[in-house]
């Protein structure tokens, strides 16, 4: 078990980059490159969640390994693997996760809108913006996103486009609390 467990992590740590040089790629998708992932220290954290990140991060590396390995099975690893990551602070390494997502699933509205809450909780609205908009063109109408965007305009001081989408919004879901407040 332990023998098997140890083989799994030597693989794992050559397709997914768990060693220091974290800027090579992994593989490319058509034109575009893959991210190399390099899973952070897990040591302080609580066995069971120590074993979350282990159970996506083995289901991702097993993936990886796969010649023919579906890209949205991929794309789903690396999200799942990502979502740990961001809720776990790693913000840096959860944004490589959703940009392979990303890549491997282009209209998948995950990724863009789980990059928008990244950025954001980076601080970085002009990307957050950038994020939902993509988040957006692949789902008009989600009102999470439609108010998150409409919130980062606020921020922005980009009143008039702010404006624009909360009209829209307001269409959409005309008595919803958080249209109300952002109208106010």
């Given at each position: 078990m332990r023998r098997r467990m140890m083989s799994g992590l030597v693989a794992a740590s050559v397709l997914l980059g768990c060693g220091p040089s974290s800027d090579t790629p992994t593989s490319t998708v058509g034109e575009q490159t893959l991210l190399r992932v390099v899973l952070p220290d897990l040591s302080g954290m609580h066995g069971s969640v120590q074993e979350q990140f282990?159970?996506?991060?083995?289901?991702?590396?097993?993936?990886?390994?796969?010649?023919?390995?579906?890209?949205?099975?991929?794309?789903d690893a690396y999200g799942q693997l990502g979502k740990l990551l961001m809720a776990a602070e790693y913000l840096d390494v959860a944004e490589r996760c959703f940009r392979n997502a990303q890549l491997l699933a282009t209209d998948d509205f995950r990724w863009p809108y789980y990059l928008g809450h990244l950025f954001e909780k980076k601080g970085d609205l002009a990307k957050t913006a950038e994020y939902f908009e993509q988040a957006l063109q692949i789902r008009p109408a989600d009102f999470a996103a439609l108010t998150w965007l409409v919130q980062t305009y606020i921020d922005l001081g980009q009143l008039e486009q702010a404006e624009r989408l909360l009209a829209k919004t307001r269409s959409l879901h005309p008595d919803t609390q958080v249209v109300l407040f952002q109208q106010g």
């Open positions: 282990r159970e996506a991060h083995e289901s991702l590396t097993a993936l990886e390994s796969g010649r023919r390995a579906d890209p949205r099975e991929r794309s």
